[in-house]
């Protein structure tokens, strides 16, 4: 193993998507921060806000190529403690925020902030470096399942009291990826995943606004006047885009029509605007993104490089699943950003922060391709030879 320049691929993908990201949120939302009730906001408040995450989520990228990644191995307690502290304070009158009847913000004066953001990554952390020290012992109910159903349990807990079950799914699809690659028996993991779906099946059916997504879900036109009405306005921005869109700048869903279409709904108002064939190379953008990282985590040099880089390009693909699933009506309404491209600055920050790890994970990765040459070489030789003395 030596150092290598990193994946500047995987550079240039996430910074085109990153000011893509960027035209989109100001288009989205121009108009509707311009006529909000908030007296603070103007035309350009997203757009303002989207552009300090982004120069803040460059500036933590870079300094994470260049900061040894094994090195977080050593700091996942620290990390993932972290990361339940600021879950905990959200609950703090003065602290926390409430939108909406959910409290999911920080308020930290100079901006606010999504905990379960840090949450996210600081899971990925704990469960790499975990697996990568029990690698051996994965098959052991103790060491491949057990610490890690726990860990869920604990952040499932904290999200249903904001609520937030978006957050739940996702942080579960996640851990069951990280189980499933690092080595788990894969009878306990079916026995766990049922338990698992057992229990979002109940906390789902739980709650009165839950059962009335599905319901919706299921007959969206039945139930366009109220539970469905986003989705609905969704999938009209959606019709509406046609082939090669309505242009830059002039989707008519983004007057009012449909809620959070800067954010959640952010791939409506880009089919709406360049056509199918946007949505299209944009999914291929991020499928492109995705390979790069799969190619990573198989190049990397040690298990927690394999399992850290595994963690955050699974994060990226189900978020991307999740956020498109939802806005075409493949999936449950649920609210998850679409990676770089959604307004919300903290999610901006952690994901290219997310990057500038996995590129210093290529910079350390094996030379696979040129010892296997290498090899092939030696081989030859010896035939050669072999062939030339007889």
């Known amino acids: 193993m030596r150092r290598h320049s990193f994946d500047y691929m995987l550079l240039v993908l996430t910074m085109i998507l990153v000011l893509f990201g960027i035209i989109m949120v100001f288009s989205a939302s121009f108009y509707y921060a311009e006529n909000s009730a908030n007296t ?19 500036a933590i990228m870079i300094a994470l190529i260049f900061f040894d990644y094994n090195k977080l191995k050593k700091l996942r307690f620290w990390l993932l403690g972290i990361g339940f502290v600021l879950m905990i304070l ?26 379960v953001e840090v949450l996210k990554i600081s899971v990925i952390v704990f469960m790499a470096a975990g697996i990568s020290i029990n690698k051996d012992k994965m098959k052991q109910f103790k060491y491949g399942i057990l610490p890690y159903a726990i ?18 799914v996702t942080l579960a699809a996640l851990i069951f990826i990280m189980i499933l690659v690092g080595g788990a028996s894969i009878w306990q993991f079916g026995i766990v995943g049922i338990a698992g779906l057992g229990a979002g099946y109940i906390a789902m059916i739980a709650t009165d606004y ?48 449909l809620p959070y279409g800067e954010s959640d709904f952010i791939f409506a108002i880009i089919v709406e605007e360049l056509g199918y064939v946007g949505g299209i190379v944009l999914i291929a953008a991020f499928g492109l ?26 994060l990226i693909a189900i978020q991307v699943f999740i956020n498109i699933g939802v806005v075409v009506g ?49 081989k030859l030789m010896k035939k050669s030879q072999g062939r030339s003395s007889n």
């Open 289 to 314: 993104l995705i390979w790069r990282g799969v190619r990573i985590a198989i190049r990397a040099s040690s298990a927690f490089g394999t399992m850290l880089a595994t963690g955050i390009t699974a």
């Open 210 to 257: 839950r059962m009335s997504r599905i319901f919706a879900y299921l007959d969206p036109w039945k139930y366009a006047a109220k539970e469905s009405y986003q989705l609905v306005q969704s999938l009209y921005s959606i019709g509406s885009g046609g082939i090669f869109g309505r242009g830059l700048g002039n989707s008519r869903q983004k007057f009012l029509y």
């Open 90 to 115: 959200v609950f703090i009158p003065g602290v926390g925020q409430e939108i909406n009847g959910s409290k999911r913000w920080l308020d930290l004066r100079f901006m606010t902030m999504q905990p």
């Open 40 to 58: 603070d906001y103007d035309g350009y408040f997203y757009f303002w806000r989207q552009v300090s995450g982004a120069g803040i989520g460059l």
């Open 330 to 378: 493949l999936v449950p309404p649920t609210g998850v950003a679409l990676p770089f491209i959604s307004a919300g600055r903290t999610s901006l920050i952690i994901f290219m922060a997310s990057i500038g790890i996995l590129l210093n994970i290529s910079r350390q990765s094996k030379d696979d391709g040129k010892r296997d040459n290498s090899e092939r070489k030696l």
């Open 151 to 168: 860990l869920l349990f604990l952040c499932a807990v904290l999200l249903i009291l904001q609520p937030n079950f978006s957050a739940i």
